[in-house]
């Protein structure tokens, strides 16, 4: 039972549509500037629904590269057979049937690139997942849902137009973690990602300078939609973190020895867990946030 539900939340990537409704949910209190749970949990499960499509659709078509990856994955998707398309089915109409009742076409629209952008990104013959321009396809997956928001309150600003480039920016970085985590499978697959085009050493220290690049946006967001000390406050410990487990394991990282080759893979396949379980963080101080810029006692 519990490797079905292990299985089955790897499928959808769970992970990530939580990661994403609970941006939905802060995006709709930040962007309305009031609190509304059924609006915010509505927009959220909308965006929920897309990605886990686009997740579940990349696992179907990835099922050989995570025999390597992910084996877990593959064995629960492989078990799943044509049962897996049926999923990715349902998922994807109720996506577009929450964008159609809003009855608002741009909310529609943006519901309908994102499930297209993961046709791009999965579907032979494109496949830009295993093509150096994934993570721009990655890049929507954060944008996509704070555009459906501002499509639903008709509100585009500059503070809407950083949260789009934050958020994207986020996923497409989160996307070369998954690519340093999948290297062994996409290298076997000919594929030409950046960390293979540019080594998995460069990949991994280009990716984390990206990562801390993020922490100047990060900041702009808090100042232009005056979030609460406690999203600074989160900020500063995640980023202490990460700083103190890299500094430990500096070694690894600096060493140009081939003897170090299989223990850099196996870092770099930690901190990519570790981006998520930041990522997770990140977005839940996002949202209570903007609770409590709101309302301080979430009333």
Known sequence: MSQDLKGASSFISVERGLMLFMISVAATFLIAEVISWPVALFLGFTVFCGWSAVDAMNNVYDVELDTLSDPLRAKYTKQLGRVGLLVVYAFIAMSLLLGA????????????????????????????????????????????????????FSVYSIE???????????????????????????????????????????GLLFTIVLG??????????????????IYYVTLVVLAALISFRLYRERNILLSKTGSSTKRLLQLGTRLAKDFVIIALLFTASLMISSLLKINPVFF
Do not use: C, H
Not at 163 to 185: M, R
Not at 212 to 229: D, E, T, W
């Open 101 to 152: 009742v809003t009855q608002m076409p741009l909310v529609f629209l943006f519901v309908a690139l994102g499930l297209a952008f993961g046709v791009l990104y999965s579907v032979p013959p494109f496949r830009l997942r295993q093509t150096k321009y994934k993570p721009l396809v990655n890049f929507t997956v954060g944008a996509i849902p704070i555009l459906i928001v501002a499509a639903f």
């Open 160 to 202: 809407v137009a950083a949260l789009v480039l934050l958020i994207g920016a986020t996923t497409a970085i989160n996307g070369l973690w998954e690519d340093l985590a999948d290297y062994d499978s996409d290298f076997a697959n000919n594929a030409r990602t950046l960390p293979i085009i540019l080594g998995f050493r460069n």
């Open 212 to 229: 801390y690049a993020l922490i100047p946006l990060m900041i702009v967001v808090g100042v232009l939609f005056q979030l609460s000390p």
